[in-house]
Every structure is written in structure tokens, then in C-alpha cells.
């Protein structure tokens, strides 16, 4: 089950300063994680999680195997992108491909590095981006509507539906607002992002700063965290030239140039665990002497199709889960402990997973 977070961006804001330096993480990790370069935009890497050091530990695991998120570096914006203006058109199909956009922005000045708008302003730049999206939903959105409008004309209940569905995303992007803030009922959700729109898609900001303001933001990225609180969004300060430099460090010299910028990690893990978060996923644990391995569902995910994961036999043979809590397994010391302090429970096909929880599956073959 993969995952995907597009970067996008205007030219010149560091958005592939900032892949480059993902992609040279993922690389340094790959000498104790599975680590791929699918291709030369995109690169997955290991979430980070504590939790999966001190389960390993416990269980004497010869091998962690980490969760993993993909991160997709999308051709440059610009503005009229919508019209093809740039690389418009391969932008727009890339970021149709993508669960979840990070948006960045440029919080610095750099007489060397121009800007395409001509001066810095965070808040313009998302403006644009946003208003590039919008503007191909709607004509996406208006090309289907046309044709299903006739068709509900003729009483056709499925066209009906479908327009009133879309017409709920177009009344807000004629108002200049996108699409994820429309008002869905739980029971139409799958349906309303089956229409695939760009702006239906949660969005991150991050905040590109200076050396300087790596630790605690700036003015620029102030008003970027003042835009995403009234959005609901979130947003991450990272500067990708410290982060690319530390992409090329060993751990040692990593630790000791965080503690001379005073930070407390790197602001790639932030932005990981944030662009993890984005989408809604939770951790569940496979441990044994063999490999503790992390697996990734979506929040609110039931036992069987968690089970599914790891193998669709899983999934259609399943017949309980094993289950013990995270906090319950590191208390008791492992799995012997908890099954003797009644830590561990038997959960069916309705149990919902919870992130952290240790599972073991029971399926019939």
C-alpha cells in the first residue's frame, strides 16, 4: 500500500533543495532499511518511530524494518499552469497521482537567487498555487458536468447524484475556495474524492527559512502559520540548505551541527512524520526474533484489511488478531509478559486497529 506526498512549488523556492536532500536521507538509511529511487523524482523513505527501536530491543529482532512514505518531486508552477503556461499540463497530471500536496514556500531573501513574482511574499506564492488548482478543477469539474447534466435530465438517479455531488465542489470554487472545504457526509466521502479534484487533497505548508531562522521561524513564516491555522492546515519550518548539508553527514556530525544551530533534530524527520500525519495513518508492529516491522494503514482501519497489508491471504482467511497495546508490551517486557498479565486480547473482524498496537494474525489457508 503506498503513499504518496507531491512537493510542489514555484521556481526558485527550494522545493528540489529539499527533495534532493530527502532522497540523500532515504540513501544513508538504505544500509539498514529497504530504501528504492523509483525514479529520479521520486524516493521513499523510513518514518521515523522510537517505538520500533525499543520493541527490537525487547524482542532480540535481528532485522527493523520502518514504515515508508513517498515523496514526489512535481515539475515547477507557474502562474497560468492552469492554461498549460510552464510545465502546466505535466504538473497537473503528477499531481492527480499524488494522496496529499506539500506546499513550499520561500521564507527567505537571497539577493543571488531571484523570484519569479519578483519579490518574497509566502502568502502570493500559495495564493498562486492555489488558485492554479482551483482553476483546473473547475474546468475539469465543468467538462463532466455537461455531459451528465443531460443525462440527469433524464432521470437518471447514478447522474443526479453525481452532478449534486460535483455541485457541491463547484459552489466553492467559484467562491475561491477549494474543494476540501466542502461539506461531505461520511457516506459520500469515497465518492466525492473519486472525482479526483486537486484541491480535495490535504495540503502542508512548509516553510523554507534561512540558516538563522531554522530554529524558531521568521516574519515570513509567521504569516504562513497564521494562514494555515485559519485553513486547519499544517505547517513545518525546515531551511533545505542546512538539511541538505546534514543529508551528508554520519550520525555523529549530524548530532553535534544540530546542537550548534540549536535544534533538536533534523527537519526532515519533522516533515516526514507531518506529511505521515497529512494522511491520516497510524503504525501497527509485527515483532519476533526475526524483524520488527512497522506497517502503514489508514486511520480507522478494521483488523482484516489491516491483515491484508502484510498479504491479501491474510485478509481473506482472517480469523482473529492477537493483539497488545504498545504501552503494554514495552510494560511487560515483550509478549510472554503480556499474554501473563492478560495484556493480550483476541479481537475479530470488527476490531478497529489503533496506532501502536503489537498484532499477531490467525487465518485459515
Known sequence: MGFKCGIVGLPNVGKSTLFNALTQTAAAQAANYPFCTIEPNVGEVAVPDPRQDALAEIAASKEIIPTRITFVDIAGLV????????????????IREVDAIIQVLRCFEDADITHVEGGIDPIRDAEIIETELMLADLESLEKRLSRLEKKAQTGDKEARYQVALMRKATDLLEQGKPARMADIPPEQERDFQALNLLTSKPVLYVCNVDEASAASGNAFSDRVEEMARRQGAGTV??????????????????????E???????????????????????TYFTVGPK????????????????AGVIHSDFEKGFIRA?????????ACKGE?????????????????????????FRFAT
Do not use: C
Not at 510545465?87 to 503528477?94: D, K, P, R, T, V
Not at 524483524?291 to 489491516?306: C, K, L, N
Open 79 to 94: 502562474r497560468g499552469a492552469s492554461r498549460g503556461e510552464g510545465l502546466g499540463n505535466q504538473f497537473l497530471a503528477n
Open 237 to 258: 519550518i525546515i531551511s533545505a540548505a542546512i538539511e541538505e548539508e546534514l543529508a551528508q553527514l554520519d550520525a555523529a556530525e549530524r548530532a553535534e551541527f544540530l
Open 260 to 282: 550548534s544551530l540549536g535544534l533538536h533534530e533534523a527537519g526532515l524527520d519533522r516533515l516526514i512524520r507531518a506529511g505521515y500525519d497529512l494522511l491520516d495513518l497510524i
Open 291 to 306: 524483524e520488527t516491522r512497522a506497517w502503514t494503514v489508514r486511520r480507522g482501519t478494521p483488523a482484516p484489511a489491516a
Open 322 to 330: 492477537e493483539v497488545i497495546a504498545y504501552e503494554d508490551y514495552i
Open 336 to 360: 510472554a509478559g503480556a499474554r501473563e498479565a492478560g495484556k493480550m486480547r483476541l479481537e475479530g473482524k470488527d476490531y478497529i486497529v489503533q496506532d501502536g498496537d503489537v498484532m499477531h
